[in-house]
């Protein structure tokens, strides 16, 4: 597999409740890219995913948030589920983090129910993206040109809409991590 992401580091903030294929492929495909991927969650330890319709493994947390910093990574990444995004989207200092990688230009994907993050950390309005169908109307009324597509890529930030488009979602997540800082037009 390609080492076209060698020298770059990536973040994914989880949480309780993330949708586990949501977390585990797209750091299964960052890493045969040759990331280095660190699981960034509230809590120090393990965080447990749902699988589908039921609880699933536990994740290592490989860094507290209290202990990021998103100078340290060259991108970021927001699973889906439903618990993992509606906790997150009401921690601040989640949305601090998340803030940072945009006002950087650094890629940021988000997939599911993880744009509810980016809502509340005020770094949707003007863009095009996609989502789980149900927080749809949200988006729109983020100022979001909301579309139902398995993958949007908009100035660096990547969205699908669920566990179906994951394929499509780690092949652009690796394009554009690979490309670096984008030069973000909205606000």
Known sequence: MSQQLSEKQVAILATHGFEESELSEPKAALERAGATVHVVAPDKGSIRAWASTDWGDDYAVDRSLDK??????????LP??????DALR????ALNFTRQFFE?????????HGPWVLINA????GRRMTSYPSISQDLKNAGVDWVDQEVVVDSGLV??????????FC?????EIG???HSHQHA
């Open 80 to 85: 889906g589920g439903l618990f993992n995004p």
């Open 159 to 168: 969205t699908s809409r669920s566990p179906k488009d994951l394929e499509a």
């Open 104 to 112: 950087a230009g650094k890629p940021v994907g988000a997939i599911c």
């Open 171 to 175: 092949g652009k997540l690796v394009e």
């Open 179 to 181: 490309e670096g800082r």
């Open 90 to 93: 009401q921690d601040e200092k």
């Open 122 to 125: 005020g770094v949707v309005k």
């Open 68 to 77: 990021a910093d998103a100078n340290d990574y060259h991108a970021l990444v």
